[in-house]
Structure formats: structure tokens, C-alpha cells
């Protein structure tokens, strides 16, 4: 069965820290990763996905994440956080042949001035 | 502009009282798909289509229906709320339900009495 868990409930920061949000999905042959960011009072927003090829992918607001098949995971990250960051984010997955995609529980992250 | 569109933003009715929950998205695209967000519980998916009258049960489909007549709209029907019902609502789209991830309305906040 799909499956991801999103390893920090909650992560506080301070303003231009670095920033790393861990995601961890159960194995499969082949899957489809995205991370989205929901800002409050809105809807989700695609951040940045993995389908195939490198497997370092950059996406929008200066986040990247990088997916290890091995350890099976899809970890985000920003080298300097702003606090226009704070928000929440999902990791999802989508397992081939499936017909729908697996979100995690979310992870608040609150960048502090 | 490339969007989703719920409608309402927010809805308060009583036990038993049949509501709709309507979605249209104006991108073409195949699949759609209603989630809920609960506290805690992160993003759980209740129906999903894949393309005209196609559906199918996501993971808490109890309770709802759903139907796709039109490629834009994907209505989402409760027969007879109830408060455990009580949730934000979220429809989605996507061009092919994985390679493109989902474009997100901005939510239904539902409170059923």
C-alpha cells in the first residue's frame, strides 16, 4: 500500500537559516514525488516534483529536494529561509499503475525573525 | 487564468440537510479529484475521475458522492451531512492525474450542526 510520512510535525527556523523538511515514502518499483506548500487560508501549491532523470530537482521560491531511491526518501530543502516561508508543506507520492496520489501529514514550518 | 473553483468558501448547515459542492476547472484537464483536510490528519482523498464518467472511491469515500458529467465540473454531494463531516474540502485537477501534479481549488470550509 502507498504510504509517506513526513518525519517533523513541526519545524521552527530562524530568518536566513538553512532549512531541511524530511519525507520518507514506502518502497516501490517506480514513483512519481511532489512537494506542495499550502500558505494559510489557500488552497495547495505545486512545488516542485520528481517523475524521472536527475535526481536533485529544483522548484519554485529557491527549494530544491533531492530523491534517494535507496533510502527511499524525498527530503526538501532551502539554504536561507524567509519568513514569507512560513507555511505548511506536504510531501506526496504517486506509486505507477495507481490511480492516485498519497499525501503526507503535513509539516508546519515557521521561520522567526 | 489557469484555475479550480470551488464554491462556497464556506458553508454552515444542519445534520441531514443535502449540499452540494461545486468544482470546475477550466485547464481540460482528465483527472479530478475531492480531498479533505482534518487536523492532525493531514490530506485524505474521497473520490477521484479520470475522465468523464469515470469514478472512483478514494480513501474515506463514506457518506459522499460524486458524479462527472462535464470535463470542468466535478460536484461533490453529501446526501445527508453529518457533524463528523465537518472538514475543509479541497477539489484538485491534474492533466493526467501524476505527471503534471494537481492544480488545488482554495478550499471549502464545510461545518455541519
Known amino acids: 500500500a502507498q504510504s509517506v510520512t513526513q518525519l517533523d510535525s513541526q519545524v521552527p527556523v530562524f530568518e536566513e537559516a538553512p532549512v531541511e523538511l524530511r519525507c520518507n515514502y514506502s518502497?516501490?518499483?517506480?514513483?512519481?514525488l511532489f512537494w506542495y506548500v499550502q500558505y494559510p487560508n489557500q488552497g495547495l501549491q505545486l512545488l516542485l516534483k520528481?517523475?524521472?532523470?536527475?535526481?536533485l530537482v529544483k522548484g519554485i521560491n529557491g527549494f530544491e529536494a533531492e530523491f534517494n531511491k535507496s533510502q527511499t526518501s524525498f527530503h526538501l530543502r532551502k539554504p536561507s529561509v524567509h519568513i514569507s516561508d512560513t507555511a505548511e508543506y506536504f510531501c506526496?507520492?504517486?506509486?505507477?499503475?495507481?490511480?492516485?496520489?498519497?499525501f503526507g501529514d503535513g509539516t508546519t514550518l515557521t521561520v522567526k525573525p | 487564468e489557469a484555475q479550480v473553483t470551488q464554491n462556497p468558501r464556506y458553508l454552515i448547515t444542519v445534520t441531514g440537510k443535502k449540499l452540494t459542492v461545486t468544482c470546475s476547472q477550466n485547464?481540460?484537464?482528465?483527472?479530478m479529484s475531492w480531498y479533505r483536510q482534518d487536523p492532525g490528519l493531514g490530506l485524505r482523498q474521497i473520490y477521484y475521475?479520470?475522465?468523464?464518467?469515470?469514478?472512483d472511491k478514494g480513501d474515506v469515500p463514506e457518506g459522499y458522492k460524486v458524479s462527472r458529467k462535464e470535463k470542468r465540473n466535478f460536484p461533490l454531494i453529501l446526501e445527508s451531512p453529518s457533524p463528523n463531516q465537518t472538514s475543509l474540502y479541497f477539489c484538485?485537477?491534474?492533466?493526467?492525474?501524476?505527471?503534471?501534479?494537481?492544480?488545488f481549488g482554495s478550499g471549502t470550509r464545510l461545518t455541519v450542526v
Open positions: 484538485a485537477s491534474s492533466q493526467d492525474g501524476y505527471n503534471y501534479g494537481y492544480t
Open positions: 518502497s516501490s518499483v517506480s514513483v512519481y
Open positions: 520528481y517523475l524521472s532523470g536527475s535526481t
Open positions: 506526496a507520492v504517486k506509486y505507477q499503475g495507481a490511480g492516485k496520489s498519497t
Open positions: 485547464m481540460n484537464h482528465e483527472y
Open positions: 475521475s479520470m475522465n468523464v464518467e469515470v469514478t
